[in-house]
Protein backbone atom coordinates (compact mmCIF):
# COMPACT_ATOMS: atom_id res chain seq x y z
CA UNK A 1 0.00 0.00 0.00
CA UNK A 2 1.33 3.34 -0.93
CA UNK A 3 1.62 6.17 1.83
CA UNK A 4 -0.40 8.83 1.40
CA UNK A 5 1.60 12.42 1.05
CA UNK A 6 0.52 15.63 2.94
CA UNK A 7 1.23 18.50 5.07
CA UNK A 8 0.18 20.03 8.05
CA UNK A 9 0.72 24.00 8.04
CA UNK A 10 2.06 25.47 11.34
CA UNK A 11 1.01 29.34 13.02
CA UNK A 12 2.82 31.89 14.25
CA UNK A 13 1.58 31.19 17.59
CA UNK A 14 4.12 30.72 20.07
CA UNK A 15 2.47 29.70 23.56
CA UNK A 16 -0.85 28.12 24.68
CA UNK A 17 -1.02 28.84 28.80
CA UNK A 18 -4.09 27.23 30.59
CA UNK A 19 -5.36 26.98 34.07
CA UNK A 20 -3.84 30.46 35.63
CA UNK A 21 -5.62 33.57 36.81
CA UNK A 22 -6.09 35.43 33.02
CA UNK A 23 -4.31 39.12 34.87
CA UNK A 24 -1.29 36.51 36.05
CA UNK A 25 -0.53 35.58 33.06
CA UNK A 26 -1.02 38.65 30.76
CA UNK A 27 1.43 40.45 32.62
CA UNK A 28 3.99 37.65 32.35
CA UNK A 29 3.46 37.67 28.62
CA UNK A 30 3.98 40.98 28.18
CA UNK A 31 6.99 41.25 30.02
CA UNK A 32 8.29 38.07 27.71
CA UNK A 33 7.26 40.12 24.92
CA UNK A 34 8.95 43.02 25.92
CA UNK A 35 6.09 45.35 26.14
CA UNK A 36 5.43 48.75 27.21
CA UNK A 37 2.39 50.01 25.90
CA UNK A 38 -0.20 47.35 25.89
CA UNK A 39 -3.93 48.19 24.69
CA UNK A 40 -6.87 45.95 25.90
CA UNK A 41 -10.22 45.11 23.73
CA UNK A 42 -12.40 43.67 26.07
CA UNK A 43 -15.88 42.48 26.03
CA UNK A 44 -17.94 45.08 27.20
CA UNK A 45 -20.01 42.91 29.86
CA UNK A 46 -16.75 41.90 31.57
CA UNK A 47 -15.92 45.41 31.72
CA UNK A 48 -18.69 46.85 32.86
CA UNK A 49 -20.71 44.12 34.83
CA UNK A 50 -17.58 42.44 36.72
CA UNK A 51 -14.25 43.51 38.37
CA UNK A 52 -12.10 41.04 35.53
CA UNK A 53 -11.18 43.78 33.63
CA UNK A 54 -9.61 45.90 36.69
CA UNK A 55 -7.98 43.44 37.55
CA UNK A 56 -5.89 43.04 34.60
CA UNK A 57 -5.42 46.93 34.43
CA UNK A 58 -4.46 46.80 37.84
CA UNK A 59 -1.96 43.89 37.39
CA UNK A 60 -0.72 45.35 34.00
CA UNK A 61 0.32 48.34 36.12
CA UNK A 62 2.24 51.09 34.32
CA UNK A 63 2.40 48.97 31.05
CA UNK A 64 -1.37 49.64 30.79
CA UNK A 65 -1.77 52.10 27.91
CA UNK A 66 -6.18 51.64 27.13
CA UNK A 67 -9.08 50.24 26.36
CA UNK A 68 -11.73 49.95 24.16
CA UNK A 69 -15.05 48.00 24.47
CA UNK A 70 -18.20 47.58 22.38
CA UNK A 71 -17.01 44.97 19.53
CA UNK A 72 -20.85 44.71 18.22
CA UNK A 73 -21.51 40.83 17.26
CA UNK A 74 -19.24 39.68 14.26
CA UNK A 75 -17.31 42.24 14.10
CA UNK A 76 -18.58 45.46 11.62
CA UNK A 77 -15.69 47.27 10.39
CA UNK A 78 -16.33 50.23 12.01
CA UNK A 79 -16.33 49.05 15.32
CA UNK A 80 -12.66 47.48 13.99
CA UNK A 81 -11.70 50.96 12.20
CA UNK A 82 -12.88 52.50 15.80
CA UNK A 83 -10.66 50.07 17.87
CA UNK A 84 -7.61 50.21 15.43
CA UNK A 85 -8.13 54.06 15.66
CA UNK A 86 -7.70 54.42 19.83
CA UNK A 87 -5.02 52.32 19.60
CA UNK A 88 -3.23 53.92 17.21
CA UNK A 89 -3.31 57.10 19.19
CA UNK A 90 -1.73 55.40 22.42
CA UNK A 91 0.82 54.19 20.21
CA UNK A 92 0.20 50.67 21.43
CA UNK A 93 2.43 47.83 20.96
CA UNK A 94 0.77 44.83 22.27
CA UNK A 95 -3.03 44.65 21.87
CA UNK A 96 -4.80 41.92 24.57
CA UNK A 97 -8.56 41.06 23.52
CA UNK A 98 -10.21 39.38 26.10
CA UNK A 99 -13.93 38.15 25.07
CA UNK A 100 -15.52 36.14 23.02
CA UNK A 101 -15.71 35.38 19.11
CA UNK A 102 -15.90 39.16 18.18
CA UNK A 103 -13.92 40.72 20.45
CA UNK A 104 -10.52 37.98 18.89
CA UNK A 105 -11.86 38.87 15.77
CA UNK A 106 -11.37 42.44 15.85
CA UNK A 107 -8.49 42.25 17.73
CA UNK A 108 -6.47 39.93 15.31
CA UNK A 109 -7.43 42.67 12.06
CA UNK A 110 -6.79 46.06 13.81
CA UNK A 111 -2.84 45.88 13.59
CA UNK A 112 -3.84 45.47 9.80
CA UNK A 113 -5.55 48.78 9.86
CA UNK A 114 -2.65 50.14 12.30
CA UNK A 115 0.08 49.24 9.92
CA UNK A 116 -1.90 50.56 6.66
CA UNK A 117 -3.49 53.49 7.85
CA UNK A 118 -7.28 52.23 7.74
CA UNK A 119 -9.37 54.98 8.40
CA UNK A 120 -12.69 54.60 6.81
CA UNK A 121 -15.47 51.57 6.06
CA UNK A 122 -14.15 51.28 1.69
CA UNK A 123 -10.42 51.13 3.50
CA UNK A 124 -10.82 47.56 4.52
CA UNK A 125 -12.02 46.80 0.88
CA UNK A 126 -8.90 45.70 -0.55
CA UNK A 127 -7.20 43.45 2.34
CA UNK A 128 -10.16 40.88 2.80
CA UNK A 129 -10.08 37.28 1.01
CA UNK A 130 -12.84 37.38 -1.91
CA UNK A 131 -13.79 34.21 -4.22
CA UNK A 132 -13.61 34.51 -7.95
CA UNK A 133 -16.30 33.29 -10.09
CA UNK A 134 -14.68 30.36 -11.32
CA UNK A 135 -14.46 29.62 -7.59
CA UNK A 136 -10.78 30.01 -6.95
CA UNK A 137 -10.02 31.96 -3.89
CA UNK A 138 -7.75 35.18 -4.02
CA UNK A 139 -5.53 36.27 -0.78
CA UNK A 140 -4.68 39.85 -1.50
CA UNK A 141 -0.89 39.95 -0.83
CA UNK A 142 0.01 43.41 2.42
CA UNK A 143 2.83 43.87 4.20
CA UNK A 144 2.64 42.00 7.69
CA UNK A 145 1.82 43.75 10.89
CA UNK A 146 4.02 45.24 13.31
CA UNK A 147 1.83 44.64 16.65
CA UNK A 148 1.29 41.18 17.70
CA UNK A 149 -2.38 39.89 19.84
CA UNK A 150 -2.16 37.95 22.81
CA UNK A 151 -6.18 36.60 22.79
CA UNK A 152 -8.15 35.66 26.24
CA UNK A 153 -11.16 34.07 25.10
CA UNK A 154 -14.16 33.85 26.90
CA UNK A 155 -16.31 31.31 24.65
CA UNK A 156 -15.57 28.55 22.71
CA UNK A 157 -15.55 29.85 19.19
CA UNK A 158 -11.74 28.85 18.95
CA UNK A 159 -10.89 32.19 16.51
CA UNK A 160 -7.70 32.85 19.12
CA UNK A 161 -6.07 29.75 17.28
CA UNK A 162 -6.50 31.05 13.86
CA UNK A 163 -4.62 33.41 11.58
CA UNK A 164 -8.05 33.62 10.09
CA UNK A 165 -10.10 36.50 11.01
CA UNK A 166 -13.72 37.84 10.48
CA UNK A 167 -15.07 41.30 10.19
CA UNK A 168 -18.51 42.33 8.15
CA UNK A 169 -19.07 44.67 6.03
CA UNK A 170 -21.89 46.85 6.76
CA UNK A 171 -22.83 47.97 3.13
CA UNK A 172 -23.21 44.52 1.98
CA UNK A 173 -24.31 43.04 5.34
CA UNK A 174 -21.41 40.12 4.17
CA UNK A 175 -18.74 38.62 6.83
CA UNK A 176 -15.55 38.58 4.99
CA UNK A 177 -12.11 36.86 5.65
CA UNK A 178 -8.87 38.72 6.24
CA UNK A 179 -5.68 36.30 6.39
CA UNK A 180 -2.16 36.50 7.22
CA UNK A 181 0.32 34.24 9.22
CA UNK A 182 0.87 37.27 11.96
CA UNK A 183 -2.73 37.58 12.97
CA UNK A 184 -3.04 34.59 15.03
CA UNK A 185 -1.93 35.78 18.28
CA UNK A 186 1.26 35.33 19.77
CA UNK A 187 0.29 33.25 22.83
CA UNK A 188 -3.24 32.39 24.02
CA UNK A 189 -4.48 32.32 27.71
CA UNK A 190 -7.07 29.80 28.76
CA UNK A 191 -8.54 30.50 32.62
CA UNK A 192 -11.82 28.25 33.07
CA UNK A 193 -12.32 31.24 35.97
CA UNK A 194 -13.09 33.69 33.61
CA UNK A 195 -15.49 32.05 31.90
CA UNK A 196 -17.94 31.32 34.40
CA UNK A 197 -19.12 35.40 33.55
CA UNK A 198 -19.82 33.75 29.87
CA UNK A 199 -24.14 33.47 29.43
CA UNK A 200 -24.97 29.90 29.43
CA UNK A 201 -26.30 29.86 25.73
CA UNK A 202 -22.98 31.20 24.42
CA UNK A 203 -20.79 29.08 26.07
CA UNK A 204 -22.86 26.04 25.06
CA UNK A 205 -23.79 27.05 21.54
CA UNK A 206 -19.84 28.24 20.71
CA UNK A 207 -18.66 24.90 22.56
CA UNK A 208 -21.22 23.32 19.17
CA UNK A 209 -19.33 25.45 17.26
CA UNK A 210 -16.45 23.92 18.13
CA UNK A 211 -17.78 20.42 17.76
CA UNK A 212 -18.91 21.16 14.56
CA UNK A 213 -15.06 21.94 13.78
CA UNK A 214 -13.83 18.67 14.50
CA UNK A 215 -17.23 16.95 12.89
CA UNK A 216 -16.22 18.51 9.83
CA UNK A 217 -12.97 17.98 10.02
CA UNK A 218 -13.61 14.01 10.21
CA UNK A 219 -16.48 14.30 7.06
CA UNK A 220 -13.42 15.74 5.31
CA UNK A 221 -12.02 13.67 2.09
CA UNK A 222 -8.92 15.86 2.82
CA UNK A 223 -7.89 15.22 6.44
CA UNK A 224 -5.36 12.75 7.40
CA UNK A 225 -4.43 10.81 10.56
CA UNK A 226 -2.97 13.41 12.96
CA UNK A 227 -5.97 16.00 12.16
CA UNK A 228 -8.23 12.99 12.65
CA UNK A 229 -6.59 12.15 15.87
CA UNK A 230 -6.67 15.75 17.08
CA UNK A 231 -10.85 15.77 16.16
CA UNK A 232 -11.69 12.68 17.47
CA UNK A 233 -10.32 14.05 21.04
CA UNK A 234 -11.83 16.75 21.03
CA UNK A 235 -15.61 15.59 20.15
CA UNK A 236 -14.69 13.55 23.26
CA UNK A 237 -13.47 16.16 25.77
CA UNK A 238 -16.37 18.66 24.29
CA UNK A 239 -19.05 16.10 24.52
CA UNK A 240 -18.03 15.40 28.51
CA UNK A 241 -16.94 19.02 28.83
CA UNK A 242 -20.21 20.64 27.94
CA UNK A 243 -22.56 18.29 29.31
CA UNK A 244 -20.66 18.74 33.38
CA UNK A 245 -20.50 22.69 32.68
CA UNK A 246 -24.20 22.49 31.72
CA UNK A 247 -25.23 20.44 35.17
CA UNK A 248 -23.40 22.37 37.20
CA UNK A 249 -21.34 25.74 35.75
CA UNK A 250 -19.05 26.07 38.63
CA UNK A 251 -17.28 23.20 37.09
CA UNK A 252 -13.64 24.28 36.51
CA UNK A 253 -12.63 21.02 35.03
CA UNK A 254 -15.03 20.85 33.02
CA UNK A 255 -14.56 24.31 31.41
CA UNK A 256 -11.19 23.08 31.26
CA UNK A 257 -11.79 20.37 29.35
CA UNK A 258 -14.15 22.63 26.67
CA UNK A 259 -10.92 24.95 26.34
CA UNK A 260 -8.72 22.20 25.22
CA UNK A 261 -11.31 20.63 23.13
CA UNK A 262 -11.22 23.52 21.53
CA UNK A 263 -8.08 23.85 20.80
CA UNK A 264 -7.87 20.39 19.44
CA UNK A 265 -10.99 21.27 17.30
CA UNK A 266 -8.80 24.09 15.68
CA UNK A 267 -5.63 22.32 14.98
CA UNK A 268 -7.14 20.65 11.74
CA UNK A 269 -8.38 24.08 10.93
CA UNK A 270 -5.47 25.72 10.89
CA UNK A 271 -3.32 22.84 9.91
CA UNK A 272 -5.12 22.79 6.37
CA UNK A 273 -8.24 20.72 6.35
CA UNK A 274 -10.80 23.45 4.69
CA UNK A 275 -14.18 23.00 6.48
CA UNK A 276 -17.74 22.25 4.63
CA UNK A 277 -20.79 24.04 3.99
CA UNK A 278 -22.07 24.25 7.80
CA UNK A 279 -19.16 26.83 8.15
CA UNK A 280 -19.74 28.41 4.43
CA UNK A 281 -23.51 28.88 5.72
CA UNK A 282 -22.56 30.44 9.18
CA UNK A 283 -20.61 32.43 7.74
CA UNK A 284 -23.24 34.22 5.90
CA UNK A 285 -26.16 33.25 8.99
CA UNK A 286 -24.04 35.01 11.15
CA UNK A 287 -22.58 38.71 9.13
CA UNK A 288 -26.48 38.58 6.80
CA UNK A 289 -28.84 37.50 9.27
CA UNK A 290 -27.13 38.46 12.68
CA UNK A 291 -27.02 34.54 14.02
CA UNK A 292 -24.68 34.03 16.56
CA UNK A 293 -22.02 32.11 15.87
CA UNK A 294 -22.61 29.03 17.95
CA UNK A 295 -26.35 28.82 16.93
CA UNK A 296 -25.69 28.49 13.63
CA UNK A 297 -24.10 25.63 13.77
CA UNK A 298 -26.34 24.14 16.61
CA UNK A 299 -28.94 24.21 13.22
CA UNK A 300 -26.64 24.01 10.34
CA UNK A 301 -24.16 20.90 11.95
CA UNK A 302 -26.77 17.87 11.49
CA UNK A 303 -28.11 18.76 8.56
CA UNK A 304 -25.20 19.18 6.42
CA UNK A 305 -24.17 15.97 7.85
CA UNK A 306 -27.08 14.13 6.47
CA UNK A 307 -26.64 16.07 3.20
CA UNK A 308 -22.98 14.99 2.93
CA UNK A 309 -23.42 11.13 3.94
CA UNK A 310 -23.91 9.70 0.82
CA UNK A 311 -20.66 10.89 -0.16
CA UNK A 312 -18.63 10.55 3.13
CA UNK A 313 -21.12 8.33 4.94
CA UNK A 314 -17.75 6.09 5.89
CA UNK A 315 -15.99 8.54 7.47
CA UNK A 316 -19.07 9.83 9.59
CA UNK A 317 -18.43 6.52 11.14
CA UNK A 318 -15.24 8.07 12.72
CA UNK A 319 -17.68 10.86 14.15
CA UNK A 320 -20.16 8.41 15.86
CA UNK A 321 -17.08 6.52 17.34
CA UNK A 322 -15.77 9.31 19.19
CA UNK A 323 -19.00 10.45 20.23
CA UNK A 324 -18.89 6.57 21.70
CA UNK A 325 -21.74 5.42 19.83
CA UNK A 326 -20.49 3.56 16.73
CA UNK A 327 -23.75 1.66 15.45
CA UNK A 328 -25.64 5.19 15.58
CA UNK A 329 -25.70 8.31 12.56
CA UNK A 330 -23.68 10.75 13.08
CA UNK A 331 -26.48 13.41 12.41
CA UNK A 332 -28.84 12.08 14.49
CA UNK A 333 -26.40 11.49 17.45
CA UNK A 334 -25.08 15.96 16.90
CA UNK A 335 -28.90 16.60 16.70
CA UNK A 336 -29.85 14.91 19.90
CA UNK A 337 -26.73 16.23 21.96
CA UNK A 338 -27.17 19.58 20.72
CA UNK A 339 -30.91 19.74 21.74
CA UNK A 340 -29.76 17.84 25.01
CA UNK A 341 -27.60 21.13 25.83
CA UNK A 342 -30.81 23.36 25.14
CA UNK A 343 -29.69 24.85 21.88
CA UNK A 344 -32.01 25.60 19.03
CA UNK A 345 -31.88 23.56 16.25
CA UNK A 346 -34.26 24.99 13.16
CA UNK A 347 -33.60 28.46 11.33
CA UNK A 348 -37.11 29.44 12.79
CA UNK A 349 -36.12 29.20 16.13
CA UNK A 350 -32.57 31.36 15.51
CA UNK A 351 -35.18 34.24 13.20
CA UNK A 352 -34.22 32.93 9.90
CA UNK A 353 -37.38 32.93 7.54
CA UNK A 354 -37.74 31.52 4.28
CA UNK A 355 -37.53 35.32 2.93
CA UNK A 356 -33.97 35.17 3.67
CA UNK A 357 -33.23 32.04 2.11
CA UNK A 358 -32.36 33.19 -1.41
CA UNK A 359 -29.81 35.57 0.04
CA UNK A 360 -28.73 33.06 2.11
CA UNK A 361 -27.99 30.50 -0.43
CA UNK A 362 -26.14 33.18 -3.25
CA UNK A 363 -24.06 34.60 -0.29
CA UNK A 364 -22.93 31.34 0.85
CA UNK A 365 -21.40 30.94 -2.31
CA UNK A 366 -18.98 33.37 -2.15
CA UNK A 367 -17.61 31.88 0.97
CA UNK A 368 -14.24 30.18 0.72
CA UNK A 369 -15.59 26.72 2.31
CA UNK A 370 -18.53 26.27 0.02
CA UNK A 371 -15.97 25.17 -2.36
CA UNK A 372 -14.69 22.32 -0.06
CA UNK A 373 -17.80 20.65 1.04
CA UNK A 374 -17.44 16.79 1.04
CA UNK A 375 -20.49 16.34 -1.59
CA UNK A 376 -19.98 19.09 -4.19
CA UNK A 377 -22.26 22.59 -3.61
CA UNK A 378 -22.41 23.89 -7.30
CA UNK A 379 -24.44 26.49 -7.03
CA UNK A 380 -27.14 28.64 -5.16
CA UNK A 381 -29.45 26.01 -5.56
CA UNK A 382 -27.45 23.25 -3.72
CA UNK A 383 -27.49 25.97 -0.59
CA UNK A 384 -31.24 26.09 -0.71
CA UNK A 385 -31.37 22.06 -0.39
CA UNK A 386 -29.46 22.15 2.93
CA UNK A 387 -31.17 25.13 4.09
CA UNK A 388 -34.78 23.58 3.54
CA UNK A 389 -33.72 21.00 5.84
CA UNK A 390 -33.12 23.23 8.77
CA UNK A 391 -36.59 25.14 8.33
Known amino acids: MTVQPGEVQCTALEKVIFGYPAATA ?3 EAERLGARRVFLLVSRSLEEQTDEIVRIREALGDLFAGSFSGIPSHAPRSSVLAAAARASEVDADLIVTV ?15 MKHGLKEHDDMEPYHMSVESDGSLHFPAFDAPDVRVVSVPTTLSGGEFNPLAGATDEAKKLKQGYLHRLLVPVSVILDPSLTRHTPEWLWLSTGVRALDHAMETLGSPYSNDFCDGMAASAIRLLRDGLSRVKRDPGDMEGRLRCQTGVWQSMLPVVGGVPMGASHAIGHVLGGTCDVPHGYTSCVMAPVVLAFNKPVNGERQTLISEAFGEPDRDAGELAAAFIRDLGMPRTLGEVGVTEADLQQVAEYTMEDLWARTNPRT ?13 AV
Do not use: H, N, Q, W
Not at 99 to 113: F, H
Not at 377 to 389: A, H, Q, R, S, T
Open 26 to 28: IRS
Open 99 to 113: GGGSVTDAGKIMPIC
Open 377 to 389: IKGPEDVMEILKG
